[in-house]
C-alpha cells in the first residue's frame, strides 16, 4: 500500500523559510512526475509546482514562482520544497503526489492517483 509522508512544515514569520519534504513507501518517486499541492481553508486543493520524471524540468504556478523549488533525491526516494520570501497567503497543508500530464490543468499536469498523505501544514504570520 502507497503511503504519502509530507514534513517540514511549521510557523514562520513573514518573509521566513522553510523547507518541506515527502517520502512514499512503496512508490519509487523517480518513476514519476511529482507535485506539490496545497489547500487553504475554504479553499480547493491546488497544484504548486511540479518536477518532471526526469527530473529537468520544474513548473511553478505564478504566485509562488522565484521562491520556491522544487527537488528530488532519488537516493533518499525523498521530494523537497524549499520555500524562501514565505507570505501570509502561502499559509495552507501541503501536500505531494505523483502527476500525470492533463493538458486542461494550470501546470499541465493531475494526481495520478488517490494517494494523499496527512499534509504537513505551513503558517506564515503577518
Known amino acids: 500500500r502507497v503511503q504519502m509522508v509530507e514534513s517540514g512544515g511549521g510557523l514562520v514569520q513573514t518573509g521566513g523559510s522553510l523547507r518541506l519534504s515527502c517520502t512514499a513507501s512503496?512508490?519509487?518517486?523517480?518513476?514519476?512526475?511529482m507535485g506539490w499541492f496545497r489547500q487553504a481553508p475554504g479553499k480547493e486543493r491546488e497544484e504548486i509546482s511540479v518536477?518532471?520524471?526526469?527530473?529537468?524540468?520544474?513548473y511553478y504556478i505564478d504566485s509562488v514562482k522565484g521562491r520556491f523549488t522544487i527537488s528530488r533525491d532519488n537516493a533518499k526516494n525523498t521530494l523537497y520544497l524549499q520555500m524562501n520570501s514565505l507570505k501570509p497567503e502561502d499559509t495552507a497543508m501541503y501536500y505531494c503526489?505523483?502527476?500525470?500530464?492533463?493538458?486542461?490543468?494550470?501546470?499541465?499536469?493531475?494526481?495520478?492517483?488517490?494517494?494523499w498523505g496527512q499534509g504537513t501544514q505551513v503558517t506564515v504570520s503577518s
Open positions: 512503496g512508490l519509487p518517486l523517480d518513476d514519476y512526475a
Open positions: 503526489a505523483p502527476v500525470g500530464s492533463d493538458p486542461n490543468s494550470e501546470l499541465g499536469f493531475t494526481p495520478l492517483f488517490n494517494y
Open positions: 518536477l518532471s520524471r526526469s527530473g529537468r524540468n520544474t
